[in-house]
């Protein structure tokens, strides 16, 4: 099937997808993720592929570890060819660190991306966005909170501005400087939940490029990657169409 793609793309196809994913109601604890591994894999893929060849990487996570995500979009970036990202369903997180990228990101017309915004690991919580760390301190006053979360906070701002860095990098050639500047701040400042779903029309109002529409070669590909069941599956449907024929009525002659 990736090879039908590369076909009809007419470029080398990567996926990273991850198919054993549990997302909490925030999007923070992951079983699955963008992982070490999974950037030697990828980068060692972009390695591999000619410099004239275009790269479709084709991306189905709930997010990861920040810096697995950064170096595979750095080295997806610097590729010479066209680079298109492909997200039938969705690229959360550091999956959307990736898709940015891209010279093109195309989507399915419900699929989403996601902030950026760091999370720092917590061992009561899990993890805690960055974000709220900062807005806590601020509103409570350094005075009023304790060392360890001063700490917290000092770690939560670099975070952010690392990310919002990293950002400006990736797309200030596409949009310009400025502009750049503002969706790094929108994308990991916190503004929204780390699981807001950033849809097509959504991700067009932000100034990122997005073409809606992929290949239905792709959509057969995910198929194949079925989601590790623990019950009885709770959606069930007939896939293929069909319909009731009907019986071919008698003409008749009045005379």
């Not at 990487?57 to 590729?79: N, S, Y």
């Not at 310009?176 to 500047?181: D, S």
């Amino acid at each position: 099937m990736i090879r039908k793609i590369e076909n009809a793309t007419k470029s080398k196809v990567i996926t990273l997808i991850h198919r054993q994913e549990r997302i909490s109601l925030f999007g923070i604890p992951f079983y699955r993720y963008i992982d070490i591994e999974d950037c030697e894999q990828v980068l060692r893929a972009i390695r591999m592929t000619p410099p004239d060849r275009p790269i479709t990487l084709i991306i189905h996570t709930p997010g990861g570890l920040v810096l697995a995500a950064t170096q595979i979009a750095l080295a997806l970036k610097g590729h010479p060819a066209k680079k298109t990202v492909i997200v039938p369903h969705y690229a959360m997180s550091g999956g959307t660190l990736i898709a940015l990228a891209a010279d093109e990101i195309c989507m399915d017309p419900y699929a989403v991306l996601g902030p950026v915004d760091p999370q720092l690991s917590d061992p009561k919580a899990g993890a805690i966005p960055a974000a709220s760390i900062v807005r806590t301190i601020k509103s409570k006053g350094v005075d009023k909170v304790d060392d360890e979360t001063l700490i917290k906070g000092d770690v939560a701002e670099k975070a952010i501005k690392q990310l919002e860095d990293l950002i400006v990098e990736l797309m200030s050639d596409k949009l310009g400087l400025e502009k750049a500047r503002e969706l790094a701040k929108t994308l990991a400042s916190g503004k929204w939940t780390h699981d807001y779903p950033l849809t097509p029309s959504k991700l067009k109002e932000l100034g990122i490029p997005v073409k809606v529409g992929i290949p239905s070669e792709v959509y057969l590909l995910m198929d194949l990657y079925p989601q590790a069941a623990q019950t009885k599956p709770s959606v069930e449907y007939i896939p293929s169409p069909y319909y009731t024929p009907r019986r071919p009525q008698r003409q008749e002659t009045l005379l």
